[in-house]
T-cell receptor
Framework: DVKVTQSSRYLVKRTGEKVFLECVQDMDHENMFWYRQDPGLGLRLIYFSYDVKMKEKGDIPEGYSVSREKKERFSLILESASTNQTSMYLC????????????FGPGTRLLVL | SQQGEEDPQALSIQEGENATMNCSYKTSINNLQWYRQNSGRGLVHLILIRSNEREKHSGRLRVTLDTSKKSSSLLITASRAADTASYFCATIYNDYKLSFGAGTTVTVRA
């Protein structure tokens, strides 16, 4: 079974703090994704990576950056957290570019005060 | 780039009843997927239907696709309490990015 894990289930941070969210997958997947989920808005893609050190912006990349130094790990970074980044963050992976099914982690619920 | 929209937003049914939810999308697709999300958790892939398929079954799930109407439906038969969750349809854009709708929240009452 594919396993995607996220470093924290719940996180509380202060405005202006630098926040790291980590995601690890154990199935040698090429593609990894970061989404945020807000009520009524569904999932919105922040960034994705199709290979080590490769990344592309999704639909809402502002205020975020990512890092993928190893194939299994994809980090989302909030350079200076703001209250409007309070959200549920979901990481996902898929095997290769043409594979359409994504496997999701359990999510990190981030509260920025 | 959100192109899938689920309907209704919320659904409450009695255990044992069937639950039907619909998804409409805007542009041509190669396939459409359905995912389930239990409260506060990640999404789990349920089923994928390709554009040349009209109906697909998986256990108690039945998915239909009507490309002429740009719509899909998900039917859960003989619902159980464990089916209480949010259900999302997703379509591919730009090769391998998924666009999700806002979801249908299903509550199954005992």
């Amino acid at each position: 079974d594919v396993k995607v894990t996220q470093s924290s289930r719940y996180l509380v941070k202060r405005t202006g703090e630098k926040v790291f969210l980590e995601c690890v997958q154990d199935m040698d997947h090429e593609n990894m994704f970061w989404y945020r989920q807000d009520p009524g808005l569904g999932l919105r893609l922040i960034y994705f990576s199709y290979d080590v050190k490769m990344k592309e912006k999704g639909d809402i990349p502002e205020g975020y950056s990512v890092s993928r130094e190893k194939k299994e790990r994809f980090s989302l970074i909030l350079e200076s957290a703001s209250t409007n980044q309070t959200s549920m963050y979901l990481c996902a992976s898929s095997f290769f570019r043409g594979m359409m099914t994504q496997y999701f982690g359990p999510g990190t619920r981030l509260l920025v005060l | 780039s959100q192109q899938g929209e689920e309907d209704p937003q919320a659904l409450s049914i009695q255990e044992g009843e069937n639950a039907t939810m619909n998804c409409s999308y805007k542009t041509s697709i190669n396939n459409l997927q359905w995912y389930r999300q239990n409260s506060g958790r990640g999404l789990v892939h349920l089923i994928l239907i390709r554009s040349n398929e009209r109906e697909k079954h998986s256990g108690r799930l039945r998915v239909t696709l009507d490309t002429s109407k740009k719509s899909s439906s998900l039917l859960i038969t003989a619902s159980r309490a464990a089916d209480t969750a949010s259900y999302f349809c997703a379509t591919i854009y730009n090769d391998y990015k998924l666009s999700f709708g806002a979801g249908t929240t299903v509550t199954v009452r005992a």
